[in-house]
T-cell receptor
Framework: DAGVIQSPRHEVTEMGQEVTLRCKPISGHNSLFWYRQTMMRGLELLIYFNNNVPIDDSGMPEDRFSAKMPNASFSTLKIQPSEPRDSAVYFC??????????FGPGTRLTVT | QKEVEQNSGPLSVPEGAIASLNCTYSDRGSQSFFWYRQYSGKSPELIMFIYSNGDKEDGRFTAQLNKASQYVSLLIRDSQPSDSATYLCAVDTGRRALTFGSGTRLQVQP
């Protein structure tokens, strides 16, 4: 079975540009999570969805960040406008009934 | 106090030895506990989970849980250089999202 799929794997963009990260969770999983990882701050939960509904977005840094999950097989994380401090690896993870999250390969974002 | 605490390491052990990784958590209501392995440049990979007090074994890995002491550990027997990675402890407090520790870097010396 395919695991969590993320695209793009790498993104380099200029400050001020819009960035959209995409995620396809494991089929049948009902929870989806977006994380950001940096050396300084470690792994940070940004937002998570349960049955396509956002449950907790308290980790979203500011209004420049938004996330959607229009259906059970697709989610996006958008940053508009992007800033250099947004540079990080962004992971999407999915789980079934809250047990054992499975991570995608991540998107390495560089904002210059 | 951090919700989930781990020693950042690095923890260095010789090949063939037992590596012991420790984690403490602050929320007494925590229900389930997970260990993830993350190789440099890769995503976290779920390797063990434990829900009940005591030991749970899976191959060379043993997870140990002591809810009274709010302590969970991961033992790796017969450590191999390929075990060198960062190990993340994660706790489910019942709020659905896991809380991760900052990870312990393990180095297995050939």
């Amino acid at each position: 079975d395919a695991g969590v799929i993320q695209s793009p794997r790498h993104e380099v963009t200029e400050m001020g540009q819009e960035v959209t990260l995409r995620c396809k969770p494991i089929s049948g999983h009902n929870s989806l999570f977006w994380y950001r990882q940096t050396m300084m701050r470690g792994l940070e939960l940004l937002i998570y969805f349960n049955n396509n509904v956002p449950i907790d977005d308290s980790g979203m840094p500011e209004d420049r960040f938004s996330a959607k999950m229009p259906n059970a097989s697709f989610s996006t994380l958008k940053i508009q406008p992007s800033e250099p401090r947004d540079s990080a690896v962004y992971f999407c993870a999915s789980s079934l009934q809250g047990f054992g999250q499975y991570f995608g390969p991540g998107t390495r974002l560089t904002v210059t | 106090q951090k919700e989930v605490e781990q020693n950042s390491g690095p923890l260095s052990v010789p090949e063939g030895a037992i590596a012991s990784l420790n984690c403490t958590y602050s929320d007494r209501g925590s229900q389930s506990f997970f260990w993830y392995r993350q190789y440099s440049g890769k995503s976290p990979e779920l390797i063990m989970f434990i829900y009940s007090n005591g030991d749970k074994e899976d191959g060379r890995f043993t997870a140990q849980l002591n809810k009274a002491s709010q302590y969970v550990s991961l033992l790796i027997r017969d450590s191999q250089p390929s075990d060198s990675a960062t190990y993340l402890c994660a706790v489910d407090t019942g709020r659905r999202a896991l809380t991760f520790g900052s990870g312990t870097r393990l180095q297995v010396q050939p």
